[in-house]
């Protein structure tokens, strides 16, 4: 037997060897990379807002003292002795007024409020130690010299408001007869002139007892009940332009200048120079 023929016979007789069974790989599950969780979204905040500029003020200029100043100074030298030397324009500024008096109503006057607002400027001179203040018309055509005027002092009379003026239907002019000394109707006013007297004489004011005076106009204010009247102008002086209510007196030279064109058509009317 060759030796070929011996290892196979051997061969087939060897126990056969069991062969290690090979071991499975566990599978792999692959884990997804974790997922980012967005946080809650946050609430935006309101734009800051944007400061409102606060704006200059433009300055406004301060006006020049009208030409008035020249003389008033020339006439504190004059009049009150002050050294012209020491005198000089203290302040200036712009004004408006209700009537024509310009700020400044001298005691128991009446004044136009037809032209209101009146405007103008306020001005005071100075020597260091003293202040005088004065009132001017746009113009300068009018000077108030406001510390010389009597002021307005005591118990005071709104003649508009105590007569009921507003609450009249009408007003009508009366003059005087001098033949038999009563007063004979001279002309209805128009809405206009009694609207403008009704604005004159709501002011308060104070009122002297009336003097004695032989009047020359009449005003009678259609109010309810009964009629209000107000006399005016005294006929031994007519140019004083007196006016007298309930016992009372003022000046009026303004009514004079409301009643003139219903007379003869002048601003002031001709009076009689003497009663008969």
């Not at 105590?162 to 033949?179: Q, Y």
């Not at 009694?194 to 003097?211: M, R, S, V, Y």
Request: hydrophobic share 30%; with cysteine; net charge negative.
């Amino acid at each position: 037997m060759s030796e070929t023929e011996s290892n196979v016979k051997n061969d087939e007789h060897e126990t056969p060897q069991a062969q290690p069974k090979a071991t499975a790989r566990p599978t792999v599950t692959p884990v997804p990379p974790p997922t980012s969780t967005p946080g809650p979204t946050p609430t935006p905040l309101p734009p800051t807002p944007t400061p409102t500029p606060t704006p200059t003020p433009t300055p406004t200029p301060t006006p020049r003292p009208p030409d008035s100043h020249v003389q008033e100074m020339a006439r504190l030298f004059a009049v009150h002795g002050i050294d012209f030397g020491k005198q000089f324009v203290s302040s200036v500024w712009a004004s408006e007024w209700g009537n024509e008096s310009l700020g400044c109503p001298e005691s128991a006057t009446y004044y136009d409020t037809r032209n209101a607002p009146y405007k103008g400027l306020i001005y005071t001179l100075s020597d260091g130690t003293n202040f005088w203040e004065y009132h001017s018309n746009v113009d300068d055509s009018v000077v108030v010299r406001c510390d010389e005027i009597t002021p307005v002092t005591g118990k005071t009379t709104n003649i508009t408001k105590e007569a009921k003026l507003r609450d009249s239907k009408g007003v009508t002019l009366l003059r005087k007869k001098f033949s038999s000394g009563k007063f004979e109707l001279q002309k209805a006013l128009s809405p206009e002139d009694h609207a403008a007297l009704i604005n004159i004489f709501d002011i308060e004011t104070d009122l002297p007892i009336a003097t004695n005076c032989n009047t020359i106009f009449k005003l009678d204010f259609d109010t309810p009940g009964r009629a209000s009247e107000i006399e005016f102008i005294c006929e031994k002086n007519y140019k004083a332009f007196d006016l007298f209510w309930n016992g009372l007196q003022a000046k009026a030279p303004v009514v004079g200048r409301i009643i003139g064109p219903y007379l003869t058509g002048n601003p002031i009317p001709t009076l009689p120079k003497a009663s008969p």
